[in-house]
């Protein structure tokens, strides 16, 4: 059974810095893509960031330079370091684990974390 546990949200000022944890169990993490999307109020949940199974990254254009994501397959973990963090980012963050065995697409989720950006 697909486990994923979100740690590292709160409340931060404009300007401040938040790292997100995942961490996985119940999967081989090395062989999934990981990926971060939030959700904020009245909005549709959007991507983030996704790192590859073999490291690549891609970000959503409006976290690009701010947001780094990263991985420790030893860990089983995915980090999503966010800087310079604005109040647009305020949000319940979800982290993602993804399978693709072609034509199949396999999902998994997390509960979420709240980041709440405010002064």
């Known amino acids: 059974q697909v486990q994923l546990v979100e740690s590292g949200g709160g409340l931060v000022q404009p300007g401040g810095s938040l790292r997100l944890s995942c961490a996985a169990s119940?999967?081989?993490?090395?062989?999934?893509?990981m990926g971060w999307y939030r959700q904020a109020p009245g909005r549709q949940r959007e991507l983030v960031a996704i790192?590859?199974?073999?490291?690549?990254?891609s970000y959503a254009d409006s976290v690009k330079g701010r947001f780094t994501i990263s991985r420790d397959n030893a860990k089983n973990t995915v980090y999503l370091q966010m800087n310079s963090l604005k109040p647009e980012d305020t949000a319940v963050y979800y982290c993602?684990?993804?399978?693709?065995?072609?034509?199949?697409?396999?999902?998994?989720w997390g509960q979420g974390t709240q980041v709440t950006v405010s002064s």
């Open positions: 993602n684990a993804r399978r693709t065995i072609w034509p199949k697409q396999e999902d998994s």
């Open positions: 119940g999967i081989i993490f090395r062989i999934y893509d």
């Open positions: 790192i590859s199974s073999g490291g690549s990254t």
